[in-house]
């Protein structure tokens, strides 16, 4: 399986001095240990579901929207989502931070699970650095690596 963090920006990218930007990448290197992982910005909502459309292969990638009225999950149940996507043969997942105006009903619909991280607004740059996190930790929990101690 291979996982992307999906990020909607109207920019191409981030400086590289970026201390949020570092941080998510040193995340994801550190999951990429574990399971193909990689980030990729998308200009607009409409980009990414047409990047979708264009990447069923064998099995259509599963969508997971980031979002504050989603459902909240613990880091355990996130890693085992992912292990039960990862077992179950889904080759794409797509984790994906939407857009400043919020995602559209027709997203909303297409996901498989909309996932929050709590009912406060944080900036999408914190929120790439949260995910980033929670990926690298729900990896070396399927692995039981001593990185995540239950607490």
């Given amino acids: 399986m291979k996982l992307i963090l999906a990020v909607i920006s109207p920019f191409r990218s981030l400086p590289k001095s970026d201390t949020a930007a570092t941080l998510a990448v040193d995340y994801l290197t550190r999951a990429s240990h574990y399971l193909p992982c990689q980030t990729q910005n998308y200009s607009s909502e409409a980009v990414l579901l047409t990047w979708l459309d264009r990447q069923a292969t064998r099995t259509v990638p599963l969508l997971i ?87």
């Fill in 65 to 151: 929207l980031l979002d504050s009225r989603g459902k909240q999950l613990s880091s355990e149940e996130i890693a085992a989502l992912i292990g039960r996507h990862r077992d179950n043969g889904t080759q794409t997942l797509v984790l994906a931070i939407g857009p400043a105006d919020g995602w559209s009903n027709a997203a909303r619909e297409r996901a498989a699970l909309v996932l929050s991280f709590g009912a406060i607004t944080l900036p999408h740059r914190l929120v790439h650095v949260v995910l980033a996190e929670q990926i690298y930790r729900a990896l070396t929990i399927l692995a039981g690596h001593p990185y995540h101690s239950g607490h």
